[in-house]
């Protein structure tokens, strides 16, 4: 496994493979890895001859009283990590590699920002927005590789490919959990030992709404508030919202039709986590 930590370098490593008609799998991710990730990395094992991760905490898409310092990061466990489930490339670039001082643009995400972590977050898809265009011109890939617990970076991100005409395959994967369903994120490290214990409740409380979807009920308003209430009652945790909205155009709506999310927000003392689950009104009970 290499190890790059130049852009120009990286470039000219990827040329060499597409002129080999290699396929490229890249996987962004801004490391702490844990197996969300990994998840990520054996699909793109799977489909591609090469595969490359990027390791950048990118500055770019932290608000001002956000954790961009305090980001957890470990990067010899993440070569390691990366290494041993088949990474060929990690690109690992400084700040001042991606972001120099002349940096002359901004990016500005103009649909699908009004609405979950977009309107808590001001310019958080600004940042993950530029960052990927960048990421995508360094590594060139035919497939890029996101996880599904962040929905509607997801969804932002199927826009840049389409509006910018990168020639890349979007694959969303599936969320993976804990054992007692709680989705992997590297800031569940910020919570204490009751509000581990209470975090699975986003999803028992997403499953609740979805069981009652598959009983008949179609009423946003009345599956947001069991979700809410659930949360509330299992959890000491500070709802920032409960959204259900059509997927992945990420409009609101009354009534439940066609492909929907239901996403939750909530703020634990030192983390704030982020859940949802996503499915097709038309296969339900299918
Ligand atoms: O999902 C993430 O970890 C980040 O938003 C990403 C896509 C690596 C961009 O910095």
């Known amino acids: 496994m290499k190890i790059i930590t130049s852009a120009k370098e990286l470039q000219k490593e ?10 490229i799998g890249f996987v962004p991710t801004m490391g702490y890895l844990h197996e969300g990730h990994m ?40 070569e390691r990590l990366a290494k041993n489930n088949g990474v060929d490339i990690i690109f690992y670039p400084q ?26 977050r001001e310019g958080h898809f ?24 962040d929905a509607q970076q997801v969804a932002i991100i199927e826009s840049i490919i389409e509006d910018f005409n990168f020639p890349i395959t979007l694959v969303p ?13 590297s800031r569940n490290v910020y919570l204490s030992d009751q509000e581990r214990n209470e975090a699975p409740q986003l999803y028992e409380a997403l499953k609740r709404a979805k ?11 009345t599956l947001q508030l069991a979700v809410s209430e659930h949360i509330s ?25 066609g492909k929907t999310i239901i996403a939750v927000a909530v703020k634990f003392t030192k983390a704030r ?14």
């Open 95 to 120: 700040v001042e590699e991606m972001y120099k001082d002349t940096f002359s643009f901004h990016v500005k995400v103009l649909n699908k920002v009004n609405v979950l972590c977009g309107q808590k």
């Open 211 to 221: 069981s009652l979807v598959e009983q008949g009920e179609y009423d946003v308003r």
């Open 233 to 257: 009652k299992h959890t000491s945790g500070e709802i920032d919202y409960v959204e259900i909205l059509n997927y992945p155009e990420l409009e609101p709506i009354q009534v439940l039709s």
């Open 39 to 78: 998840s990520l990395v054996h699909h793109a094992r799977k489909e591609n001859d090469l595969v490359i991760m990027s390791v950048f905490v990118n500055p770019l898409q932290f608000g001002p009283n956000e954790d961009f310092d305090s980001y957890p990061r470990d990067f010899e466990r993440d």
């Open 273 to 286: 986590l982020i859940d949802n689950i996503t499915f097709d009104i038309k296969h339900i009970n299918n």
């Open 14 to 23: 990827v040329l060499k493979y597409r002129e080999e008609k290699k396929s």
């Open 126 to 149: 600004d940042g993950v927005a530029t960052v990927l265009i960048k990421l995508f011109n360094i590594t060139q890939p035919n497939r890029a590789y996101f996880g599904m617990k």
């Open 173 to 185: 994967v599936d969320i993976v959990r804990e054992e007692d369903g709680l989705a992997k994120s």
